[in-house]
C-alpha cells in the first residue's frame, strides 16, 4: 500500500554525521525507519544513533545490505554524492540538499539515464509512506495512514495539504516531495505512474508550482492514463515573470511559458479540479472518496 | 543572477570574443570624456535589469557632442520600468549590414544545455520563438562531454549564417559555452551579433545569467553580484541570505518555504489584497532571523499590513513564537500590524505563548491572509 518505499526499505544516510544528517537520522530510525548506516568519508568506524558509519556507500552495502540513500552533504559536494549512490546501484537515492550547481545536476542527470536507480530530489523534503518508513526531512506526526497519494515540489506546501487531509481523516498511501530545482530525478509523471498501479492508492494530490512544464506532461499523462482521481494545486499565480521565487526552478520565463494559468488551465483540460486554497483541495479529495 | 551588460562585455573581452570599444560612465563629465576617447556615432546604454531597453528609451545614439550631451543627461537617473539609472556604457557605434542572435542555455526539459542561433537577430527572440520557432536552429550538448566544436559548426550552418562569416561566428559560440560552463551561467545570450560592411562579427549586446547556487565557487562573480543590486530592499535580502522579490502591493508576507510562501501570496490575491513581497525565511526561526525579516518588510515603505504565516516542520513552533514576541518587543511601537498563523509541529503551544498586545494570531492560512488583506484595507481607507 505504498510506492517506492516501505518498512522493508534498508537506508543508508550519506552525511550522517553532519549537524543535518545527524538530526534526520535520528528523526527517522524514531519513525521507524530501517536506517542500516550512514556513510562518511574518514569517518568510517564510528556509529551515530547505534548506526554504524562507513567510508563509502559501497561498503555500506557490503556490509548491511542497504538498497536506499538519504543524502544530506553540503552543495558543493552532492552531486558527488549523488553519482556515488548512482554507481552503487542502489534502488533508490533520495538527495535532500539544497542548492547544487544547476550545471553539476545536468551531469547528474545523464548518469541517471544510464542506471537502474532511482533519483528523488534534489532540494526536496523527501518521501514517507506513513506508519512504515520516511526518508527525508519530512514532520512524521502531521502524515497519517490511508489511501491518497501526494506528490509536490515543494515541502512547507506539502505540509500544509497534509496537515488539511489529515484532519479530515484523509490518510495517506505515500507523500513524495520531488523538489523545486529546474533539473530533478523522480517527476511526476514517475510518481503518478507509480501511484495510478498501486492497488492501495485511491486518490492523489499534486502540488505543483510555476516554472518549467512538468505539470503540464503531468497532466497529459492523468488525461490519457490514468483512472485514479488526482486533485491539483498550483502555487505562484502572482509571481512575476524572470524572478526565481525562492526555488531554482520556481520561475515564470521571459516568452511566458511556465505561467501558473498555463498549468491550471493543463490540469483542468486533464479533468483536474484545480483548487483555489489548500483547502479546496481536501475538498476534492473527500469529493472523490 | 544578472550581470550587468558592461560586466558580461568584459568577460566576452576577456575571453576573446570582439565587443566594441566602450568605458562605463555615473555622470554627464563621464560620458563626454567617453565619447572624446570613442569618437561618433556613440551609442549611449542604461545598465539596469530591465529588458527591452531600447524600446523604453534607454538606449540612444549619438553622432555629435553636443546630442551626446543631451542624451547622457536624459537617461543618467531616468525611471526605467522602475528601476533608475545611475551607469551608462558608452560605446563605439558599429556599422552593421546583418545581425543575428545567438545563445546558451539549459534546456530544463531535456537536462542539457542548448545552443541556439538564428539569423533573425536583432529584434526579440521570444517573438521569433513563437512565431517562427523553425528560424532557430538549436543543438544540445551532452553535459558529461562538454561542446564538441562540430556542434557550434553545425547549428550556424543549420541557421543559414552566411558562409564567409559562418567560422567566425561558430568560434563565438563556442567561446560563449566555455563562458556558460567556466562561469556557472544559466543564461547566456547575444542579440543581436553584427556583421559589419567588412564582414566583421561582433558582440554587440550580452546578456549573461549566473547560477546563483553556485555562486560559493564563483568569487569574482559573487563579488559583480554585490554591484549589481539596484534596490536597496533586495540588497538587505541578500546580506541576510533571504530569498526575498519586491513586488507592488502593500501586503507584507514571510513565510517559510517557497511553495508556501508563493501560495500565501497567492491568497492575498484571491482575498483582494495586493502582495508587497515574497520572502522566505527558510529552516529554522531564531529570533534574530525574525528580527531580520521583520526589518525587511517594516522599512519597505509600499507595505501597511504583514501576514507571517508558519509551518513548523521540524522547525518546533514555539521556538518560532518565542522568536516572534523576543523581535517585537524589540519596538516601541509596533510599526505595521502583524498576523501570526502557526501550524505544525508544537503549533498549539506556540500559538499559546504569542504576545497578543503585539500581534494577532490565526489559526488557518485562510483566515491569517483574510486579516492581513483587512488590516491593509483599513490602512488605505
Known amino acids: ?289 | 543572477m544578472k550581470l550587468h551588460e558592461y560586466q558580461a562585455k568584459s568577460l566576452f573581452a576577456d575571453a576573446g570574443i570582439p565587443v566594441p570599444d566602450s568605458r562605463l560612465a555615473t555622470s554627464v563629465d563621464e560620458a563626454l570624456d567617453a565619447v572624446d576617447e570613442i569618437g561618433y556615432p556613440a551609442a549611449i546604454k542604461a545598465q539596469v535589469h530591465v529588458g527591452g531597453r531600447g524600446k523604453a528609451g534607454g538606449i540612444k545614439i549619438a553622432t555629435d557632442r553636443e546630442e551626446a550631451e543631451q542624451y547622457a543627461e536624459e537617461i543618467l537617473g531616468m525611471d526605467l520600468k522602475g528601476y533608475t539609472v545611475d551607469q551608462v556604457l558608452v560605446e563605439a557605434g558599429v556599422d552593421f549590414v546583418d545581425e543575428l542572435y545567438v545563445g546558451v542555455t539549459m534546456d530544463r526539459g531535456e537536462g542539457k544545455p542548448v545552443l541556439m542561433v538564428s539569423t533573425e537577430g536583432g529584434v526579440n527572440i521570444e517573438e521569433v520563438a513563437e512565431e517562427n520557432p523553425d528560424a532557430i536552429a538549436r543543438e544540445h550538448v551532452d553535459p558529461a562531454f562538454g561542446l564538441h566544436p562540430y556542434q557550434a559548426r553545425k547549428v550556424v550552418y543549420e541557421a543559414g549564417v552566411d558562409a564567409d562569416v559562418a567560422l567566425d561566428v561558430a568560434s563565438i559560440l563556442s567561446t560563449l559555452y566555455d563562458l556558460y560552463e567556466e562561469n556557472d551561467a544559466s543564461e547566456i545570450e547575444v542579440n543581436p551579433v553584427m556583421i559589419t560592411g567588412d564582414r566583421d562579427v561582433v558582440a554587440a549586446d550580452a546578456v549573461m545569467n549566473i547560477d546563483e547556487d553556485a555562486l560559493f565557487r564563483q568569487s569574482d562573480l559573487a563579488e559583480m553580484a554585490q554591484e549589481s543590486y539596484e534596490d536597496d530592499l533586495e540588497r538587505k535580502a541578500g546580506e541576510y541570505g533571504f530569498d526575498y522579490v519586491r513586488l507592488s502591493g502593500n501586503v507584507g508576507i514571510i513565510g517559510n518555504g517557497a511553495g508556501l510562501v508563493m501560495t500565501t501570496l497567492d491568497l492575498v490575491d484571491y482575498y483582494g489584497g495586493s502582495p508587497a513581497n515574497f520572502l522566505d525565511i527558510g529552516g529554522g526561526a531564531k529570533a534574530e532571523r525574525v528580527t531580520q525579516a521583520l526589518d525587511m518588510v517594516f522599512s519597505d515603505d509600499n507595505v501597511d499590513a504583514v501576514v507571517f504565516n508558519i509551518f513548523g516542520g521540524i522547525t518546533r513552533g514555539d521556538e518560532v513564537a518565542k522568536g516572534i514576541n523576543e523581535a517585537l518587543e524589540q519596538f516601541d511601537e509596533i510599526p505595521k500590524k502583524v498576523v501570526v498563523r502557526l501550524a505544525g509541529t508544537n503549533a498549539e503551544e506556540g500559538m499559546e505563548i504569542l504576545n497578543t498586545d503585539l500581534v494577532e494570531v490565526e489559526k488557518t492560512l485562510e483566515d491569517a491572509v483574510q486579516r492581513a488583506v483587512k488590516n491593509a484595507d483599513e490602512v488605505t481607507q
Open chain 1, 1 to 289: 500500500m505504498s510506492i517506492f518505499v516501505d518498512d522493508d526499505t534498508r537506508v543508508v544516510v550519506q552525511g550522517i554525521t553532519g549537524g543535518e544528517g545527524k538530526f534526520h537520522a535520528g528523526q527517522m530510525i524514531e519513525y521507524g525507519t530501517n536506517v542500516v548506516a550512514g556513510a562518511v568519508p574518514g569517518k568510517g568506524g564510528q556509529e551515530v544513533h547505534g548506526v554504524p558509519v562507513y567510508d563509502t556507500v559501497d561498503e555500506a552495502v557490503e556490509a548491511e545490505d542497504a538498497d536506499a540513500s538519504v543524502i544530506f552533504v553540503p552543495p558543493a559536494f552532492a552531486a558527488d554524492a549523488i553519482f556515488e549512490s548512482l554507481d552503487t546501484d542502489l534502488d533508490l537515492a533520495v538527495a535532500i540538499t539544497e542548492g547544487i550547481p544547476t550545471q553539476d545536476m545536468a551531469k547528474v542527470n545523464k548518469r541517471l539515464g544510464e542506471t537502474d536507480t532511482r533519483l528523488i530530489g534534489p532540494n526536496c523534503p523527501g518521501i514517507i509512506t506513513p506508519g512504515e518508513a520516511k526518508l527525508g526531512i519530512l514532520p512524521g506526526n502531521i502524515f497519517s495512514e490511508g489511501n491518497v497519494g501526494l506528490v509536490s515540489r515543494s515541502g512547507t506546501l506539502t505540509y500544509q495539504v497534509v496537515d488539511n487531509l489529515t484532519e479530515r481523516g484523509l490518510g495517506q498511501s505515500t507523500a513524495i516531495g520531488i523538489g523545486g530545482d529546474p533539473i530533478i530525478g523522480t517527476s511526476f509523471v514517475d510518481a503518478l505512474e507509480a501511484f495510478e498501479a498501486d492497488t492501495e492508492t485511491d486518490a492523489v494530490v499534486m502540488c505543483g508550482e510555476i516554472g518549467g512544464e512538468d505539470e503540464e506532461q503531468a497532466a497529459k499523462f492523468i488525461g490519457e492514463h490514468m483512472d485514479t482521481p488526482v486533485a491539483g494545486f498550483i502555487a505562484g499565480r502572482t509571481a512575476p515573470p524572470g524572478k526565481r521565487m525562492g526555488h531554482a526552478g520556481a520561475i515564470v520565463s521571459g516568452s511566458g511559458t511556465g505561467t501558473a494559468q498555463s498549468k491550471i488551465d493543463a490540469l483542468n483540460d486533464a479533468g483536474v479540479p484545480v483548487g483555489d486554497t489548500p483547502e479546496e483541495v481536501a475538498d476534492h479529495v473527500e469529493d472523490f472518496l
